[in-house]
């Protein structure tokens, strides 16, 4: 095909890349005279009707989308028979090249790509458009630093039916949602999922799950927690840590419940990522999000090349200046010089009989009771446990069982940490006033992570103030039973 015309207008220059459904080139537009990017379908498949509905309907919901982070579709036809999309040509590398090329990103350079990754998927989701295969491989990194999200193929529309019905598992598994890898319908928050992974690798450099099949990597995202990024990278803030988590989560009542959210709390990592570097050069774009009234969801101000432009506005000065007083009083790093810091954590003093067992999906609805004090005892040669469930939690029906502590009176807890001899359960943190007699009356503060000997927990509370902090035990250890020697809550 290298050299040939498509309808007479578009020269084939080179192959860019090759998937599946489609062959990628690089063409020149003789007709404006410009480069762009035409993804032609394979001839052998382009008489298959759902694979052509399937690739039309890429060129025509792309069309309707209009944002700078989304590649945008400038024509499509047809040549003897195949069909073809014409795309702006991005000049640059794809994100995933990015990251196998320099390894780990720098922190605000990855926030900043998830960021405007977000706000192309908030596009999409405005048109009632599901991506549904967002991944590194799907994001083109221009030469200004840009990220532009591309390869809407199998997309679908919240309102259709019928080409990927329920129950057909389409995305690459290294990324793909929990429902999606059931099965199961896919929404919103199947992308945000998708975002958080891909937030992961770019912060840790690697993809969370790693199996021999992809279908084992597949059910791991159903049924693994996403290891803790802080501990693949220590210097990622528990601001940005918290981000990771709470996209990732399994269930999707506890995720993000639009990208928006998402995004804004980008923004702010993004900024505490700033503020802790002291600086706000990169290589990756500044983002920093300005209202303008009501008229949009999201107005961002962007700078390209900071270097050049940054430091000759002082609006934008001032506007960091903002955010930065801001971040004071949110984060527990260290600000800027000249800035007032933030205390730094301190533990709570529980009291003797602070500590107390959670069951209540049992008859007697109690929980190794006697032994409860043992986890804030101070003495890590003694320790509450669980019973021994022989074929685990879910063998007796239970959601999981707990312990939790009464800190004496509401305070909004930043942290709490865990040392166990039995690593490798699972738990997530509750938090609440009283003590609800069901789990629905608990608000989450920390999704489910892998407990290791040693863990540290940061918690969402926010300006909120709880009471009583609850560790959750969701799934056990081996030998079924789970193990803690020390239990400490800090504010």
Request: proline share 5%; aromatic share 6%.
């Amino acid at each position: 095909m290298i050299g040939t015309q498509l309808s007479g207008r578009y020269r084939l220059d080179r192959k860019i890349g090759t998937g599946g459904m489609s062959t990628v080139y690089l063409a020149f537009d003789e007709t404006l005279e410009r480069w762009v990017a035409i993804k032609r379908m394979h001839r052998d498949i382009s008489t298959d009707p759902d694979q052509l509905e399937r690739f039309r309907r890429e060129a025509r919901a792309v069309a309707g989308l209009s944002d700078p982070c989304i590649v945008t579709v400038i024509d499509a036809g047809e040549d003897d028979g195949t069909p073809y999309i014409v795309f702006e040509y991005v000049e640059g590398e794809t994100l995933k090249e990015r990251i196998k090329r320099v390894g780990p990103l720098p922190i605000g350079e990855a926030v900043a790509y998830a960021t405007e990754i977000g706000r192309a998927l908030a596009a999409a989701h405005a048109a009632r458009l599901v991506h549904r295969d967002v991944k590194p491989q799907n994001v083109l990194i221009d030469l200004e630093g840009r990220a532009k999200v591309t390869d809407f193929g199998i997309a679908r529309s919240l309102e259709a039916h019928g080409l990927t019905a329920t129950g057909k598992v389409l995305g690459t598994t290294d990324y793909v949602s929990p429902e999606q890898a059931l099965g199961e319908e896919v929404d919103e928050q199947s992308d945000i999922y998708s975002l958080g992974i891909c937030l992961y690798e770019m912060l840790a450099g690697e993809i969370p799950f790693q199996a021999d099949t992809q279908v084992a990597v597949a059910m791991k995202h159903v049924r693994e927690p996403i290891p803790n990024v802080q501990y693949r990278r220590p210097e990622v803030s528990a601001a940005l840590a918290a981000v990771v988590e709470r996209a990732t989560t399994k269930e999707r009542s506890h995720r993000y419940a639009s990208v928006a959210e998402m995004v804004h709390d980008l923004e702010q990592a993004l900024a505490i990522e700033a503020a802790r570097a002291g600086e706000t050069t990169g290589e990756a774009t500044t983002v920093l999000q300005t209202l303008h009234g009501d008229t949009a969801e999201f107005a961002p101000a962007r700078l390209r090349h900071p270097r050049r432009a940054l430091w000759s506005s002082i609006g934008v000065l001032a506007l960091i200046g903002a955010v930065v007083a801001f971040l004071v009083t949110r984060t527990e790093e260290g600000p800027p010089a000249g800035a007032t810091p933030r205390p730094a954590a301190k533990a709570v003093d529980l009291a003797g009989g602070a500590a107390h067992d959670y069951d209540p999906e049992s008859d007697d609805n109690e929980e190794s009771p006697e032994a409860t004090q043992f986890a804030i005892d101070g003495n890590p040669t003694t320790n509450w446990d669980t019973e021994r469930y022989e074929d685990g939690l879910e063998g007796v029906a239970k959601s999981g069982v707990g312990l939790y502590v009464d800190a004496g009176s509401a305070i909004a807890a930043r942290r709490l940490d865990l040392v166990t001899a039995t690593p490798g359960f699972t738990a997530e943190v509750y938090a609440a006033e009283d003590v609800p007699k069901t789990l629905a009356g608990w608000t989450q503060v920390a999704g489910p992570r892998k407990v290791s000997e040693t863990q540290r927990i940061p918690l969402r509370t926010g300006r909120r103030t709880f009471r009583n902090y609850l560790v959750w035990v969701t799934v056990l250890p081996s030998g079924n039973k789970a193990e803690i020697q020390e239990l400490s809550l800090f504010r």
